[in-house]
């Protein structure tokens, strides 16, 4: 009897001792209140062995998910999970009908999961899998297992984009060339709503393609783009074309109209996303220097010119097999017959080539030429904009690509800013900014330094800064002094040969 008692002493102090252990491991693991959400980054079909269809899903952890991973993992412990949730065309989601979704471990060994296969056959969920019949759509979400004081619950995620695979998924007619190209566009997320469904052989309108630039400029930078209040339009309150105007990568067709359903050429496709890439990266080099005329050059618009050649030198639009631009129509016969015009499809693969393109023209900024070896060469930060009354009351004489001109993020119109008092062919705009002299003088030495008799000049106590260029005919210059602040100046005339 002794025996058992001592026994039974041993097996409760063993006992206790892994209670408490366990309970320690419990008290380390982190209490978590909100979890990012992933970002799924693609959809595929795959087929096994025996022939069967089956999906299997990628998506991205966010660095907060990484990092809390690698804190659980190191205690022994394994909360975080995932789980996938699905439906079939508009139907309603799995979740939604209280129906059990796939989920399982992120913890994949010492390595977090970023992928899942999801057999919906295997499962008895369905009969069969029919892309070209159905649309199937999917998102995944994070699950944290919380415990405290021997009490669990579960922390949930958002979900995160909603990816859609199968025929009609993301369109409705588009030429075999475009295809791998839409495919891609789809998976990387980069076809807006207002396109999804469409048809992508049509020509593509303003608004549509005021979108699609939106979302690229999203994907690229990871930011969320804000609409410019208050709406200068009168006939859209689209909030993608305001976020357009914001971001500079679209204007308007007057001072409070937009034209969201006309339809735009190769020249103008080219700009709006020439600008896109410029707020994407706005210190990559864009020079065009040296770059050959296309043999219809004449044709392109003095204000596309830029563009059109940058984003043939970067490999992002080619011309036909003669090397032309194929800008615009130019005669009644080519409008008729379309001449010049993009297409869904190819404007949404030329977001995919920028896309692709990103990196490089990012790794670009670190190759311009330093002028002054003893110059810290950061240029000010840019994305600032001409408030709406300043806009209004520019004279119609100015060039198309004025607005493309930067303005500091910091800038302030007030008593010292504006626009002064112009001739009938001049016009001088004026702001404030904290930022330093010399970063603004970069930001227009680097807007500037491919353009026909470009100058520079700095004055020797570093007070005044000097850029001045010719673009299209017209003389730029651009003075930043120490005046009460830091004072810019903008100023713009027909340019003359003296």
Not at 383 to 390: E, N, S, T, Y
Request: hydrophobic share 40%.
């Amino acid at each position: 009897m002794k025996r058992k008692s001592v026994a039974f002493i041993i097996i409760a102090v063993i006992m206790f001792t892994m209670m408490g252990s366990l309970s320690a491991f419990a008290d380390d693991r982190p209490v978590i209140t909100t979890l990012e959400a992933p970002q799924i980054i693609a959809v595929n079909v795959k087929t096994h062995v025996n022939g069967s269809p089956y999906f299997e899903i990628k998506w991205k952890n966010p660095q907060s998910i990484k990092e809390l991973f690698a804190v659980v993992d190191e205690i022994g412990e394994a909360p975080l999970e995932y789980l996938l949730d699905t439906k079939i065309g508009d139907g309603k989601w799995r979740s939604e009908m209280g129906e059990t979704i796939s989920g399982n471990s992120l913890h994949g060994g010492d390595m977090i999961m970023d992928f899942a296969d999801y057999d919906p056959i295997n499962s008895g969920e369905l009969d069969t899998i029919d892309i070209k019949a159905n649309v199937y759509r999917f998102r995944v979400q994070y699950a944290y297992l919380n415990s405290i004081d021997e009490e669990e619950y579960y922390t949930y995620s958002p979900f995160s984009n909603i990816v859609s695979i199968g025929a009609e998924a993301f369109y409705k007619e588009a030429s075999n060339w475009a295809k791998p190209e839409l495919q891609k566009a789809n998976d990387l997320g980069l076809i807006p709503d207002i396109l999804k469904g469409a048809d992508m052989t049509k020509p593509i309108t303003r608004e549509e393609f005021a979108e699609l630039a939106v979302v690229l400029y999203e994907r690229v930078t990871d930011k969320k783009s804000e609409p410019v209040s208050p709406n200068p339009f009168t006939d859209t309150a689209n909030p993608q074309i305001l976020k357009a105007y914001n971001l500079g990568i679209t204007s308007g067709t007057s001072q409070t109209t937009f034209s969201p359903k006309v339809l735009i050429n190769r020249e103008q496709c080219a700009a709006m996303l020439f600008r896109a890439i410029k707020a994407i990266h706005p210190q990559g080099d864009y020079s065009v220097v040296g770059v050959k005329d296309f043999p219809d050059q004449k044709h392109i618009s003095s204000w596309a010119v830029e563009a059109t050649k940058y984003m043939n030198k970067i490999g992002v639009i080619a011309g036909d097999a003669q090397g032309n631009f194929m800008p615009r129509a130019t005669t009644p016969a080519q409008e008729a017959a379309g001449y010049g015009m993009a297409t869904r499809e190819q404007a949404i693969a030329l977001s995919v080539r920028t896309h692709n393109k990103a990196p490089e023209i990012k790794a670009s900024s670190t190759n311009i030429s330093n002028p002054d070896s003893n110059s810290s060469r950061k240029a000010a930060d840019s994305g600032g904009r001409l408030p709406a009354d300043i806009i209004a009351g520019l004279p119609g004489w100015l060039p198309d690509w004025f607005l493309d001109i930067p303005i500091a993020a910091d800038a302030e119109f007030d008593a010292l800013g504006g626009i002064y008092p112009t001739s009938d062919d001049m016009i001088t705009i004026g702001y404030m900014s904290e930022q330093t002299l010399e970063a603004l003088y970069y930001l227009y030495y680097d807007f500037m330094k491919g353009l026909e008799d470009f100058f520079t000049y700095k004055q020797d106590d570093g007070k005044a800064y000097y850029v001045r260029g010719v673009k299209d005919g017209w003389e730029i210059d651009i003075s930043v002094a120490l005046s009460g602040g830091n004072l810019v100046g903008i100023q713009v005339k027909p340019h003359e040969d003296y």
